[in-house]
Structure formats: structure tokens, C-alpha cells
């Protein structure tokens, strides 16, 4: 599986981005959005399951992100809405080969894009 994020930018804080994730290969049960600030933990976003659909979303952006796929073009997509400077860090997006337990795990991630960078101004 190869990934291939992409969308993010600098932005004004309230403002929005969209990040997508074109995946190549075969997708298994899911993929999630992580984000790394500078000197911080890297940080589960969001995930959607590949079948069915279902979303996953941190406390930290309920309500403000929202992840969707299309399975035509095998892509994922993170909409981020009301932008906050907290927001600011590198988007990477994962591949989950099955479900462990948990979706908001990265080591249960195989395979991670290469990270798109975002970044919200005040």
C-alpha cells in the first residue's frame, strides 16, 4: 500500500483546508489522519473504515473535521473547518491493515503517507 497525502497550506485561523489521501494498492479496514507538532507526540485525527464507512474523530476536532472517502477514486478526504493555531502540524495519513482494538493507535498503522504540512496563523 502506498499513500499519498496532500492539501495542506497556511491558513488564517478560522479559516478552512482540505487534506486528501490517495491510496494505491489494496486497502484493508481502515485509514486514519495523525498529526505531529514540533516536539509533541504525534496524534490520532480522525479515521474512517474502508467497509461501511463509519468515522472516528478525536475530541480535539469534533465538530470542526470531518473525514469521507470515495471509493472510486480510492481517496480520503479530511475537511478542517474553523482552524484553530493549535492545528498547526504535519498531517500524515495511515493505513490500518485490521482492526486491533482501537483505531486512535498509531503503531496499529502499517503504512503512512508522506505528511502534508498545515499551518494556521492567528
Known amino acids: 500500500v502506498q499513500l499519498q497525502a496532500s492539501g495542506g497550506g497556511l491558513v488564517q485561523a478560522g479559516g478552512s483546508l482540505r487534506l486528501s489521501c490517495v491510496a494505491s494498492?489494496?486497502?484493508?479496514?481502515?485509514i486514519g489522519w495523525f498529526r505531529q507538532a514540533p516536539e509533541k507526540e504525534r496524534e490520532f485525527v480522525a479515521a474512517?473504515?474502508?467497509?461501511?464507512?463509519?468515522?472516528y474523530i478525536a475530541d480535539s476536532v469534533k465538530g470542526r473535521f470531518t473525514i469521507s472517502r470515495d471509493y472510486a477514486k480510492n481517496t480520503m478526504y479530511l475537511q478542517m473547518n474553523s482552524l484553530k493555531p493549535e492545528d498547526t502540524a504535519v498531517y500524515y495519513c495511515a493505513h490500518q491493515p485490521y482492526y486491533s482494538g482501537t483505531y486512535y493507535s498509531a503503531p496499529s498503522y502499517d503504512y503512512w503517507g508522506q505528511g502534508t504540512q498545515v499551518t494556521v496563523s492567528s
Open positions: 494498492g489494496r486497502t484493508v479496514n481502515a
Open positions: 474512517i473504515k474502508w467497509s461501511g464507512g463509519s468515522t
